[in-house]
């Protein structure tokens, strides 16, 4: 018994830097030494700030684990290879890193802000959530991404301005990572499409009846409804593009919605929405014969 | 015939029964004078607080009794320059966030004297028209860049603290706009900060009823400043202040 004692405790030893020691190759702005002033490290410079933090910052803490070997951990948090003869580094942000920070964005005040921002968006010549959405993809808009987009009002006077980066990014409890696209249910609406006379191009508020409601971020979805698109696909005299694939689905009850949906959601039942519009009565493909 | 019908609108009553929250389609329509023809009134918000009227009275008192300063006389007030009102009042706009400034209002003969001279501050800054232009907002003191839209905030907060769970929505450039996702029950139907309409001020301030429901099945609720067909909630309307001297 009194010798179990000490051989426990030099398995400890021997055991506590494999298991406890830091991975230096990972850096956490929650660390208690990392919750400095951001502009400790962080040179905030016009327009965007677009690259890592100098070595200086680092080194006057991390020396030891600087020149730690011929391939140190700490230099793979900056850098793309982890040697001291290449200085090439990787894109800041690292996409491939977990988000540390999440933002603080009223978009209700912005939106009433900047609502009466004018632009060359033909036909209407009103556009103003462009100001930060641009066109990503033809099926998706863009959302801003650097700091060029906030630092153009919010440099100096306008709060929160450039070195008050609290203002806008808060620690996160945990690092988390975003769905780098949203989920599209209908997965074939296209923002510049509807035709020849380009149709889809409208204000944005026609579509998503919601959006002027957020007051963040956070839960924020681009709802739109179903009535929206039904105005015109599916109106008397018009086109019928819902009520022929619900009468198709009544036929065969394996039919993939394909008009606006993928697979995916084309093999599920319509929700009762669609068939209010088709002024039917729901049913579920499972009743059908 | 009629009988599939009448079986098809029970259907739908019953699903519509199942659910629970209703919609409101708000369509806000106005004239300027009697003159004028009806149009949209674009990008103003709208409050819809739960409650009726009355059980609403102390806030609708606080509304109606707030002091308020017109656009025209705050800006005035600050010796902003009568371009730089016309900008402002050109595209109703309650800061200076809300157009772009075009190339046309930093020189030349349009210039808007506070533009150009926050302009040339920015050239100096930043060393390039495009971004000088762009970022002109920057070099211009508070109280000009958007005082009058923080002063509106100030008095729209403090009554909000009085009306709790409150949605908020703003019109699109038809003046249209949606609550969506209600319990069914009474509101009132608020624009809590009056919005200036040619000479006058107007508040609207009136009880709906929500009903269970959805888009597909709500007709709009037409908000006017006139009091005609199918109009349901009329403004209030009082004339605009005389701006006092500095």
Redesign the interface.
């Known amino acids: 018994m009194i010798r179990i004692k000490p051989f426990f405790i030099f398995i400890l030893i021997c055991v506590y830097p494999c298991v406890f020691a830091a991975d230096y190759s990972k850096f956490s702005h929650s660390t208690q030494k990392h919750r400095a002033a951001c502009d400790t490290c962080h040179k905030i410079k016009?327009?965007d700030i677009t690259d890592y933090p100098d070595h200086s910052a680092c080194v006057s803490c991390h020396r030891p684990q600087f020149f730690r070997g011929a391939r140190p951990p700490i230099c793979s948090v900056c850098h793309s290879k982890t040697s001291p003869r290449d200085e090439a580094r990787l894109p800041f942000r690292n996409p491939a890193s977990n988000l540390q920070f999440t933002i603080e964005f009223p978009h209700?005040?912005h939106?009433?802000?900047?609502?009466?921002?004018?632009?060359s968006h033909a036909p209407?010549n009103?556009y103003s959530c462009a100001v930060c959405h641009g066109q990503r993809t033809a099926m998706f808009k863009a959302v801003p991404t650097g700091h060029e987009s906030c630092?153009?009002?919010h440099?100096?006077?306008?709060q929160p301005v450039a070195d008050n980066c609290n203002g806008c990014h808060k620690l996160a409890t945990t690092p988390y990572t975003t769905k780098e696209a949203p989920v599209r249910i209908s997965a074939k609406f296209i923002h510049d499409g509807g035709g020849e006379k380009k149709q889809h191009v409208a204000?944005c508020?026609?579509c998503h009846?919601?959006i002027?409601?957020a007051t963040s971020l956070r839960g924020l979805k681009p709802d739109v409804?179903?009535?929206s698109c039904t105005e015109c696909h599916n109106k008397d005299g018009l086109r019928q593009d819902l009520s022929k694939e619900l009468v198709a689905i009544d036929k065969d009850r394996n039919f993939t919605c394909v008009y606006c949906h993928a697979a995916n959601v084309g093999n599920l039942d319509p929700p009762?929405?669609h068939?209010?519009?088709a002024?039917?009565?729901?049913i579920k493909r499972k009743d059908i014969k | 015939m009629r009988v599939v019908c009448v079986a098809l609108l029970l259907m739908i009553t019953a699903v519509l029964a199942q659910n629970q929250t209703g919609v409101l389609r708000l369509r806000v329509r106005v004239k300027l004078d009697d003159a004028s023809p009806l149009r949209g009134l674009p990008r103003k918000r709208f409050f819809l607080i739960p409650g009726t009227l009355e059980q609403n009275r102390a806030l609708i008192d606080s509304i109606e009794r707030q002091p308020l300063i017109t656009r025209d006389c705050y800006y005035q007030k600050l010796g902003a320059s009568a371009a730089l009102i016309d900008w402002l009042k050109d595209g109703d706009c309650e800061s200076v966030y809300c157009r772009a400034v075009e190339k046309d209002f930093v020189t030349g003969p349009k210039a808007v004297p506070e533009f150009a001279t926050a302009f040339t501050a920015s050239q100096k800054e930043y060393g390039n028209d495009e971004t000088a232009r762009q970022w002109l907002t920057t070099n211009l003191t508070p109280d000009l860049r958007d005082g009058f839209y923080r002063d509106r905030q100030r008095a729209l907060q403090a009554l909000l603290k009085q009306a709790p769970a409150v949605q908020s929505v703003m019109t699109d450039h038809n003046g249209t706009a949606y609550f969506t996702d209600l319990g069914p029950g009474s509101y009132v139907l608020t624009n809590l900060i009056p919005t200036e309409l040619g000479q006058t001020l107007v508040t609207w301030n009136c009880e709906v009823q929500v009903k269970a429901g959805d888009l597909a099945t709500e007709k709009p609720y037409l908000v006017s400043n006139r009091k005609e067909k199918l109009v349901k909630c009329v403004s209030v309307e009082k004339p605009k202040p005389v701006c006092t001297a500095n």
């Open positions: 016009l327009p209700d005040s939106q009433d802000v900047i609502a009466m921002l004018k632009f209407q009103y630092f153009n009002c440099w100096k006077s306008q204000e508020t026609t009846i919601n002027t409601k409804p179903i009535t009762t929405s068939y209010l519009i002024e039917r009565p729901p």
